[in-house]
């Protein structure tokens, strides 16, 4: 079976400071990561996946996730805040079919100007 | 390139009655999925189709919910006798023909549907 765990339901930065939203995930196999971002009334924009290769997975918007193996971890950060930063993020892991994702139960990003 | 569309964006409905919604996934995407997103909660998996084969369905998607995908293109999701626990906003997403579990999904803006 294959979930994931998004640490802290809400956040609060500073515009500027870093931004850290914490996933773990749980996977019997390779698993493959996905971070999403969804903003008010509208549905979710990929942000960066991990499926190979490289464990440090730069995406849009000045977002990047680390896959780290040995701590079962996909950490997005930012170096610097900006408004338009605050939403809803997603966690996601892919069944190994790809049939489906397993979603964790999201952090909302607030950033304080 | 259009993206993954869905109608209607907002439906309110009276318990009882009967609902569908609709989704128009990427043009040549030939996977589709529909997940209910219920308030500070993440999405969940209800059904996924292959062009119109419906090939797994969640333990949530009740006898009173139904969903077809004619002809391998568009998509409907049908809920029968609606009740409360049924508000959510009912989200579809489509990826290619070659996608595998490393492959992301295209979401729409999802139909967010209440029930008085």
């Known amino acids: 079976a294959q979930s994931v765990t998004q640490l802290g339901s809400h956040v609060s930065v500073s515009e500027g400071a870093l931004v850290l939203l914490r996933c773990n995930y749980s996977?019997?196999?390779?698993?493959?990561l996905f971070w999403y971002v969804q903003y008010p009334n509208q549905g979710l924009q990929l942000l960066l996946k991990?499926?190979?290769?490289?464990?440090l997975v730069k995406g849009i918007n000045g977002f990047e996730a680390e896959f780290k193996k040995s701590e079962t971890s996909f950490h997005l950060t930012k170096p610097s805040a900006h408004m338009s930063d605050a939403a809803e993020y997603f966690c996601a892991v892919s069944a190994y079919t790809g049939n489906q994702f397993y979603f964790g139960t999201g952090t909302s990003l607030t950033v304080i100007p | 390139d259009t993206g993954v569309s869905q109608d209607p964006r907002h439906k309110i409905t009276k318990r009882g009655q009967n609902v569908t919604f609709r989704c128009d996934p990427i043009?040549?995407?030939?996977?589709l999925y529909w997940y209910r997103q219920t308030l500070g909660q993440g999405p969940e998996f209800l059904t996924y189709f292959q062009n119109e084969a419906q090939l797994e369905k969640s333990r949530l998607l009740s006898d009173r919910f139904s969903a077809e995908r004619p002809k391998g293109s568009f998509s409907t999701l049908e809920i029968q006798r609606t009740e409360q626990g049924d508000s959510a906003m009912y989200l579809c997403?489509?990826?290619?023909?070659?996608?595998?579990?490393?492959?992301?999904?295209?979401f729409g803006p999802g139909t967010r549907l209440t029930v008085t």
């Open positions: 991990y499926t190979t290769g490289a464990t």
């Open positions: 996977s019997s196999v390779p698993p493959y």
């Open positions: 043009s040549e995407h030939n996977r």
């Open positions: 997403a489509s990826s290619p023909r070659e996608a595998g579990p490393f492959y992301e999904q295209y």
